[in-house]
């Protein structure tokens, strides 16, 4: 989307996705949440500010666990991920509440061992005593044991549990009581469209995130020293005979973030009910709450009927940010999240 800097054009969508690229009725666009990720008191207050409406947050198990619960490690390139304690995280639900925002906490490992059954469960249970809204799973087994340990409890299929067929996503809302699914990263605009059918789900869609890779699932090395295996430099190319250019060469298990601004209008339209922003181990966090602030004018401008054309410029004009860092990085460089660019025909 061209906008006062003068970068080129999005590239096209996939031709089965063209035609589900509308405007959507502005009711529709300003009942879409804006999901943000929370791990301390000063995260919250910037997320509140930058127009977050639900957050996301992680609990440190007791240190006789020994288990992280929730799809990330503890701690992830020197950042901690989670919230320190269960009175921290008391107080952060009641100051989101107070707020009036949504509070998911992440209980979304994608597999537990049954003799952790009863750590898991605890945890779980600790999480709702403090308020949580709802709490996201990340396995068959887990969305079993919460729907009978807590049968009144709201669950999400979390990303880690791989929720990529309608068939799936049905069958955990009838035998679980799952209301949410967050689809994975490299779903397609049609894919989304038919989870979105589907009566009584809600479907979280995540932005700004590789739409090549499946993130935090490739298992690569992620401590200190190595840093993510989605972005340790493997390179893939074309199998085809002839001459090789750097053009035609992608990042392999690319995880790196992909912009989506200009199909939020779509998104909307498709009727999400959410969309996710990542970053619980974000290193920078008024950066982070940034992202937020993005997606929230792009949001709100579908609200009141403004053009992609017209959010993107008012962005412009305003946001040093997106001058100096958004535009190379996200737009020159081809990161769109739902458009048919190199990174996503990698398809990893």
């Given at each position: 989307?061209?906008?006062?800097?003068?970068?080129?054009?999005?590239p096209p969508h996939l031709a089965?996705?063209?035609?589900?690229?509308?405007?959507?009725?502005?009711?529709?666009?300003?009942?879409?949440?804006?999901?943000?990720?929370?791990?301390?008191?000063?995260?919250?207050?910037?997320?509140?500010?930058?127009?977050?409406?639900?957050?996301?947050?992680?609990?440190?198990?007791?240190?006789?666990?020994?288990?992280?619960?929730?799809?990330?490690?503890?701690?992830?390139?020197?950042?901690?991920?989670?919230?320190?304690?269960?009175?921290?995280?008391?107080?952060?639900?009641?100051?989101?509440?107070?707020?009036?925002?949504?509070?998911?906490?992440?209980?979304?490992?994608?597999?537990?061992?049954?003799?952790?059954?009863?750590?898991?469960?605890?945890?779980?249970?600790?999480?709702?005593?403090?308020?949580?809204?709802?709490?996201?799973?990340?396995?068959?087994?887990?969305?079993?044991?919460?729907?009978?340990?807590?049968?009144?409890?709201?669950?999400?299929?979390?990303?880690?549990?791989?929720?990529?067929?309608?068939?799936?996503?049905?069958?955990?809302?009838?035998?679980?009581?799952?209301?949410?699914?967050?689809?994975?990263?490299?779903?397609?605009?049609?894919?989304?469209?038919?989870?979105?059918?589907?009566?009584?789900?809600?479907?979280?869609?995540?932005?700004?995130?590789?739409?090549?890779?499946?993130?935090?699932?490739?298992?690569?090395?992620?401590?200190?020293?190595?840093?993510?295996?989605?972005?340790?430099?493997?390179?893939?190319?074309?199998?085809t005979g002839g001459p090789q250019?750097?053009?035609?060469?992608?990042?392999?298990?690319?995880?790196?973030?992909?912009?989506?601004?200009?199909?939020?209008?779509?998104?909307?339209?498709?009727?999400?009910?959410?969309?996710?922003v990542p970053g619980r181990e974000?290193?920078?966090?008024?950066?982070?709450?940034?992202?937020?602030?993005?997606?929230?004018?792009?949001?709100?401008?579908?609200?009141?009927?403004?053009?992609?054309?017209?959010?993107?410029?008012?962005?412009?004009?305003?946001?040093?940010?997106?001058?100096?860092?958004?535009?190379?990085?996200?737009?020159?460089?081809?990161?769109?999240?739902?458009?048919?660019?190199?990174?996503?025909?990698?398809?990893?």
């Amino acid at each position: 989307m061209t906008g006062g800097t003068g970068h080129e054009p999005a590239p096209p969508h996939l031709a089965r996705e063209a035609p589900l690229v509308t405007v959507p009725e502005p009711e529709r666009a300003a009942a879409v949440a804006l999901n943000a990720p929370v791990r301390s008191l000063q995260m919250l207050d910037l997320q509140t500010a930058a127009g977050a409406t639900e957050i996301y947050v992680a609990l440190r198990p007791p240190a006789q666990e020994g288990n992280s619960f929730d799809s990330l490690p503890g701690v992830r390139d020197g950042d901690p991920t989670q919230v320190t304690s269960g009175r921290l995280l008391e107080e952060i639900i009641a100051q989101a509440h107070a707020g009036g925002l949504r509070v998911h906490l992440c209980a979304d490992a994608p597999a537990v061992a049954d003799g952790d059954r009863g750590g898991y469960l605890r945890h779980v249970a600790g999480g709702l005593a403090a308020g949580a809204d709802t709490v996201v799973v990340g396995s068959a087994a887990t969305a079993r044991w919460v729907s009978r340990a807590h049968p009144d409890a709201l669950l999400v299929a979390g990303a880690p549990l791989g929720v990529t067929t309608v068939a799936w996503a049905r069958h955990l809302l009838d035998a679980y009581g799952v209301r949410r699914v967050v689809l994975p990263h490299a779903t397609t605009l049609d894919e989304i469209a038919e989870f979105c059918s589907v009566p009584g789900l809600d479907v979280e869609v995540p932005v700004q995130t590789g739409s090549g890779a499946d993130c935090h699932h490739c298992r690569l090395p992620d401590q200190r020293g190595s840093g993510l295996g989605c972005r340790a430099g493997y390179r893939m190319v074309p199998v085809t005979g002839g001459p090789q250019s750097s053009a035609e060469t992608v990042a392999l298990l690319d995880g790196a973030s992909d912009c989506a601004l200009c199909d939020v209008p779509a998104l909307a339209a498709l009727g999400v009910a959410a969309l996710q922003v990542p970053g619980r181990e974000s290193p920078i966090v008024r950066q982070n709450a940034k992202i937020t602030q993005m997606y929230r004018r792009a949001l709100d401008g579908a609200a009141h009927g403004r053009t992609t054309a017209q959010v993107i410029a008012d962005i412009d004009r305003v946001e040093l940010m997106w001058q100096m860092a958004w535009v190379p990085r996200m737009c020159e460089q081809q990161r769109c999240r739902f458009r048919d660019t190199a990174q996503r025909r990698s398809l990893v």
